[in-house]
């Protein structure tokens, strides 16, 4: 098969060439509904280290400052809307062009868009989970507590950070009042796969099976920085199966794509929607 020119013509061909192509979402795709990514342009990580998730465990401080940090940043989070990528990704899947779609995103605006044949591979912010009884809370209905227990941090502005987080430091952490779970005052821990955590076997199992399926892969904003999504490059080079990106800057995997479009995802992805002529949903 002839290479593909890294256009917007040349990546509508490339999905209309491959009957069963898994696309892999990144941060990239979420920064134009206002949650701000973890990487610049040069894959750089921007910032401190996030949260560890065996350090939030085992520290009853760092589950404070967790804590603060998400009820601080939580109003951004939780007003973001899918944009015009997500949306028509969830066309391009309704009309075949898409066979599947595997997110590293917690923010669950591929749900809101429309995708239906999605796995999470990092989990979702927006749901909570009990470590010790498993129960299961949505994480909006915990944000009154929080503001009710601490008030003094209900009215602090501060500048939004990757997944719900904001660049706040309390001073008095130490009186910071965590939420507890109502069923048996167990640790709470939003669902989503922290940095130094692996994704469930079931979930990971899912996702292999997916990429295994596929004919071709489609990268769209994501640097592949963090290897639970590069591994899937990997896998499909390896395979022989040719994968192309969508990403405003480099990724891990350059040396092993087809075609490249250094452009934001939310204005290529409605573009590729005119060129198949995928009626509106």
């Not at 990429?211 to 390896?238: I, T, W």
Request: hydrophobic share 45%; charged share 20%.
């Amino acid at each position: 098969m002839a290479a593909l020119p890294s256009t917007e013509e040349g990546l509508a061909a490339f999905l209309a060439q491959h009957g069963r192509v898994l696309a892999l979402t990144g941060a990239g795709l979420s920064t134009a509904s206002g949650i701000p990514g973890y990487r610049d342009k040069d894959g750089v990580r921007r910032g401190r280290m996030p949260i560890q998730g065996p350090e939030f465990r085992r520290s009853d401080a760092v589950r404070r400052r967790y804590w603060a940090r998400s009820m601080v940043g939580w109003a951004t989070m939780s007003r973001a809307e899918p944009n015009a990528g997500h949306r028509a990704m969830a066309e391009l899947e309704a009309c075949g062009h898409l066979a599947s779609v595997i997110t590293q995103n917690v923010d669950g605006l591929h749900q809101r868009a429309g995708s239906k044949r999605l796995i999470e591979l990092h989990g979702n912010l927006h749901h909570v989970l009990c470590l010790e009884c498993h129960a299961r809370y949505t994480r909006a209905s915990l944000q009154p507590m929080l503001e009710r227990d601490n008030p003094e941090l209900a009215s602090v502005l501060a500048q939004p950070l990757p997944d719900g987080d904001a660049a706040v430091e309390p001073d008095a952490l130490e009186h910071f009042r965590v939420p507890q779970c109502a069923a048996c005052g167990g640790v709470l821990k939003p669902d989503v796969v922290f940095f130094g955590d692996n994704v469930p076997a079931e979930v990971a199992a899912h996702a292999m099976a997916q990429m295994e399926a596929a004919d071709a892969l489609l990268v769209v904003g994501s640097s592949l920085m963090v290897f639970s999504g590069y591994r899937f490059c990997r896998m499909a080079a390896a395979a022989g199966k040719p994968i192309a990106a969508i990403n405003a800057g480099k990724t891990r995997a350059d040396d092993l794509l087809a075609l490249k479009l250094e452009l934001p995802a939310q204005e290529v992805l409605p573009r590729l929607v005119d060129l198949l002529s995928v009626p509106s949903t």
